[in-house]
């Protein structure tokens, strides 16, 4: 089998089309949805992007093997490996491969990436991925010699800018849809997005830019505990109007505040960012713990979860250095983030004490392994990582059961706080972003901003305060940039960057 050489140009041809046929369904799925294809110019633009495609990763796939033979066969390899992965998650959650989703690919760790293993996965990864690879492996080439090579490019190219001119009516309609059908071509969604997300990050400061220097007003003890949640989005808190009690514990506690709240963006890592600087610059300006931190103020952050900036402070906690820590090997909970913490708190000998607690308790897609069995509350739950063989119902239940934990979670540290005394004493929670749960065949998050559903931006803001005497405004739609500030404020910090508008205390 395969004992002929076939000629460079038919086997990128080939691959072309195997490459279409295999990975392109979404794509195709998505034009046909929003173009008119009973019109004479609908049909033409479908026409014109088949072979739009077939021409260019063709001319792509030829320029890449006669250059560098069986290097870049083993490229074509590599590419239809990680398009099979591609296309699972696309299919299966619905994403979208920008530059966002790129950075959250680089960002996550092996507990969250092993959560998404699942059969389907798997059958993906040898039926779109190690079987097409064998076959491109399989295929002897005969390169072409340097005068055909030239011809065929040449002649290739004319044929992509014919097309293109004779699409000239539809360039509108193209850089219209670019950001999605950019993010289905395969391989080039997530190839350009690699690029361009190491370009930006190497374009950001490689030293955070100082802000002017904090110092205290008092010398009044105070502690603020900033809770950043994971994928929990506001419209599933009783506290805002959810039919169902997922906060019957934090309902029973005074001087609780609830704000609605936007995210800035709907994946971690940007979320993150937003929550800890002080305005949206573009910069890489130093953020509130290491901020703290240099100037003299006590900062401990403790976390079960990752994609934070760059933390530069001494007393940073891991999940696994807490449960070594606390003797807890068998548990798997966020509640590891309150062990100790009190104590810690009395044994600091400054007056200001900022501490984060990075949760990870609503991040999908195994939502039921995040919370102990006693709050398994709401049944039936989902229990596959392939969230559309679920029913709606079933992923609900899985998710408000994480909510309830959170909120199981927030009023132990509330009580905690309460029972320092001598500390004027205030927690905010914030969620990174929120999460789609099946609605408009969406799940989990990263849909990008510009286009994502509010249930992937709607976030809780809530503020609870030991000290009585505190105002806060009125009820108002907030966003992450209002924590900086407010944390200032219950701090008693002066800051020249602090802006007055921007915390929710009143004056």
């Not at 003890?221 to 906060?247: D, H, Q």
């Not at 509640?335 to 984060?356: A, M, Q, R, T």
């Not at 969620?431 to 990263?446: A, R």
Request: aromatic share 14%; charged share 20%.
């Amino acid at each position: 089998m395969f004992k002929r050489k076939i000629k460079l140009i038919y086997y990128a041809l080939i691959v072309s089309f195997l490459n279409l046929i295999l990975y392109h369904f979404s794509f195709y799925k998505f034009v046909y949805s929003i173009i008119d294809i009973k019109t004479l110019n609908g049909v033409l633009l479908l026409i014109s992007l088949l072979v739009l495609t077939i021409a260019l990763n063709a001319l792509v796939f030829y320029i890449g093997v006669q250059l560098l033979r069986k290097v870049g066969k083993w490229l074509l390899v590599l590419f239809f490996n990680i398009n099979a992965v591609a296309v699972y998650f696309i299919n299966t959650y619905s994403v979208i491969i920008d530059k966002s989703m790129i950075g959250n690919v680089l960002n996550t760790n092996y507990e969250e990436a092993s959560s998404f293993f699942s059969i389907t996965f798997l059958i993906y990864i040898i039926f779109l991925g190690i079987i097409p690879s064998i076959l491109l492996l399989k295929i002897k080439v005969k390169y072409a010699n340097f005068k055909r090579f030239g011809v065929q490019v040449a002649v290739t190219l004319v044929l992509l800018l014919a097309l293109v001119y004779a699409n000239a009516t539809n360039w509108l309609w193209i850089d219209k849809n670019s950001k999605k059908l950019g993010a289905l071509v395969m391989p080039w969604s997530y190839v350009v997005n690699t690029s361009r997300y190491y370009h930006s990050k190497n374009k950001k400061n490689k030293e955070q830019i100082l802000l002017p220097d904090a110092t205290a007003r008092d010398s009044t003890k105070s502690v603020v505990v900033l809770v950043i949640g994971e994928s929990a989005r506001s419209a599933n808190f009783s506290l805002y109007g959810y039919p169902r009690n997922t906060n019957p514990e934090l309902e029973e506690i005074d001087n609780l505040h609830v704000y609605p709240a936007e995210s800035a963006a709907t994946y971690t890592t940007e979320g993150i960012k937003s929550i800890l600087e002080h305005k949206k610059t573009g910069k890489l300006y130093e953020i509130l713990p290491n901020y703290l931190y240099r100037n003299g103020f006590e900062v401990i952050w403790r976390t079960t979860n990752w994609g934070e900036p760059t933390v530069k402070i001494k007393d940073y906690q891991t999940k696994e250095e807490l449960i070594n820590a606390y003797n807890k090997e068998d548990f798997e909970y966020d509640e590891i983030l309150l062990y100790g913490l009190k104590d810690e708190i009395l044994d600091s000998e400054k007056n200001k004490i900022f501490i984060v607690l990075h949760t990870s308790t609503s991040h999908g897609p195994a939502y039921y392994k995040k919370y102990p069995p006693e709050f398994n509350q709401f049944t039936p739950v989902c229990k596959s990582v392939e969230l559309a063989k679920c029913t709606q119902q079933e992923l609900i239940n899985a998710y408000d059961n994480t909510i309830l934990y959170t909120d199981h979670i927030l009023t132990s540290l509330i009580e905690e706080l309460e029972q320092l005394e001598e500390y004027n004493t205030s927690m905010i929670f914030i969620s990174d972003h929120g999460e789609s749960l099946g609605e408009k065949n969406l799940y989990m998050h990263g849909i990008p901003l510009s286009i994502a559903p509010k249930e992937q931006y709607e976030i809780p803001f809530i503020v609870w305060a030991s000290n009585n005497s505190l105002e806060f405004k009125d009820r108002q739609l907030l966003s992450q940039h209002h924590v900086f500030h407010t944390v200032l404020d219950l701090l008693e910090i002066d800051s020249p960057v602090y802006d007055e508008n921007m915390s929710i205390l009143k004056k």
